[in-house]
């Protein structure tokens, strides 16, 4: 009796990059985290960069274990910029028209006395 083994199916390079981002939530935020792909259409998504792949950018979102991929290709900068968000950076991510646009989000300092 002969047994066929499936040939092992290399994986394209966008593959490969998805399948690295949903390691790095992983290893970021533990086994159990959720990850989903950004809604390129609209959307804003608030969090801490906990990684970059090749093609992809992956975001903490919320406080639960859950993680946001956004693909690099929807940011717009001049190619001397950086135009990608840096891991340990809190930001705002906001689709409009199939484009991402990066925000730091800064922290909102109270001062004592002050009231509504």
Do not use: C
Not at 23 to 44: D, P
Not at 64 to 74: D, E, F, R, W, Y
Not at 88 to 113: C, M, P
Request: aromatic share 6%; charged share 20%; no cysteine.
């Amino acid at each position: 009796m002969t047994v066929r083994t499936q040939p092992s199916r290399k994986l394209a390079p966008w593959q490969e990059s998805l399948r690295e981002a949903r390691q790095v939530a992983k290893m970021a935020l533990g086994q159990e985290t959720s990850t989903v792909m950004a809604e390129r259409n609209s959307g804003i998504y608030r969090g801490v960069i906990i990684g970059h792949t090749r093609d992809y950018i992956v975001q903490q979102i919320g406080k639960q274990p859950a993680a946001v991929i956004h693909s690099k290709n929807l940011f717009h900068a001049p190619a001397a910029e950086f135009p990608w968000p840096e891991v340990g950076h809190a930001v705002s991510i906001h689709y409009a028209g199939s484009h991402a646009i990066a925000r730091e989000i800064r922290e909102r300092v109270r001062e004592q006395g002050l009231s509504r």
